[in-house]
Each structure stands twice: as structure tokens, then as C-alpha cells.
């Protein structure tokens, strides 16, 4: 037969507060009949002891009733002790717990800070091969005849694409000094149209209609 063993249930906070409240409030009502009790024990110990057989009798359970609750004030006073002693452990473990939660909480952020520093890290090796890839193929647009866009343009116009997202950055928007007013913010993607849609108005002359036709539809699927 197998036996089970049941842990004792754990009082929280707020039933540890509510049995002290209870037992400091036990231990007020003891002592307030405490002293009612030595009140009334010294208006009849002077007919008591000086013969008075009823008197002497009631004095007598009096002082069994102040024995009785000097021992109870022992009691509540050791149940109070106890009590406090169980209302720290209560609260150490809420916030034992509630650290836990807090650590859990944070280690999810971490991962979303995690995240979102490596997103920023690919961004920027993406932007390295991009860069790199303008670079080679303006010196072919160039080697070609093709002075439009220039390197200047595209070093100029590329900082402003740049300080464009980084104004929509939260966390960098201030590192990026000034804002840039409406007609100064670029995109990437804005001036490749742009510079695109230039230098095939300049080659289109020299084009016949199916090299034409064939550019707009490469074109059209990147």
C-alpha cells in the first residue's frame, strides 16, 4: 500500500496578515479582561480579607480566572511570535516568486533584444554587399559613358537615405543630429526608381523596340 504525503499548504501574505491581525486582536481582548479583572479583584479583597466568606470566595476565583488568562496571554503571545515568524516566510516567498516572474519576463525581452540587434546586424551586412554592388556597377555605368548618377550623387543622396531611417529609429533617431525637413528624406528604393527610370530615357534612343520591350519586362519583374 502506498502512502501519500501531503504538503502543507502554504499560507500567502494575506492569510498570514489576517491570523496575526486575529491573534493581536485575541490578545488586546485578554489583556483588556486582564485588567478589568484586577479591578474588580481590588474592590473585594478589603471585605475578603477581612471576613467576608463571599467575598473571600469570589476573590478566590478571581485569582484562578487571572492564573487562567496570565497563562493565555502566554499562549497568544507565543501565537503571535509564530505568526509574524510565518508572515515573513509568506512574504519571502511571494517575492521569491514574484523575482522568478520578473527574471522569466526579462529573459523573454532578452531574446526580443537579441532579435532585434541581429535583425540590425543582417540589415547592415545586407547593406555591405549592397553598397558594394552600387559601387562595382557605377564604375561599369561610368566605364560605359554613363555619367548619370554620379558617385557624388550617390554618396550625397545615399547619407540622406540612411539619415532617413534612422530618424524612424526610436533608439538612434537622436544620434543622427537634425532632422531632415519632407523634401530632403530619401529611400533607397526612391532613388533607384528615379535613377533608373533616367538613364533608360537616355539609352532608349539607341534601343530598337524588342531590346525595348525586353528591358521593360526584366524591369518589371525585379
Avoid at 469570589?58 to 499562549?75: F, P, Q, Y
Wanted: aromatic content about 4%.
Amino acid at each position: 500500500m502506498s502512502s501519500k504525503t501531503n504538503a502543507t499548504k502554504q499560507p500567502s501574505v494575506a492569510e498570514a496578515e489576517a491570523t496575526l491581525q486575529r491573534f493581536e486582536a485575541e490578545r488586546n481582548d485578554v489583556v483588556e479582561r486582564k485588567t478589568a479583572l484586577a479591578d474588580k479583584r481590588r474592590e473585594i479583597a478589603f471585605d475578603a480579607l477581612s471576613g467576608d466568606k463571599s467575598a473571600s470566595k469570589l476573590l478566590d476565583g478571581l485569582h484562578r480566572e487571572a492564573v487562567e488568562l496570565e497563562s493565555r496571554v502566554i499562549s497568544v503571545g507565543d501565537a503571535i511570535a509564530e505568526a509574524t515568524r510565518r508572515l515573513e516566510q509568506a512574504r519571502q516567498r511571494e517575492q521569491k516568486e514574484a523575482n522568478k516572474q520578473r527574471a522569466l519576463q526579462v529573459r523573454q525581452v532578452l531574446g526580443e533584444l537579441v532579435e532585434g540587434l541581429g535583425l540590425c546586424g543582417k540589415a547592415l551586412d545586407l547593406f555591405v554587399v549592397g553598397a558594394n554592388k552600387t559601387d562595382a556597377a557605377l564604375d561599369s555605368l561610368h566605364r560605359l559613358g554613363c555619367a548619370y548618377p554620379s558617385r557624388d550623387q550617390v554618396r550625397v543622396y545615399g547619407v540622406l537615405a540612411i539619415h532617413t531611417a534612422f530618424m524612424h529609429s526610436a533608439l538612434w533617431a537622436r544620434e543622427v543630429g537634425r532632422h531632415l525637413a519632407p523634401n530632403e528624406r530619401k529611400s533607397f528604393g526612391g532613388l533607384a526608381a528615379q535613377w533608373h527610370d533616367m538613364v533608360e530615357r537616355n539609352v532608349a534612343p539607341f534601343l530598337d523596340d524588342a531590346d525595348a520591350e525586353q528591358t521593360k519586362t526584366e524591369t518589371e519583374a525585379a
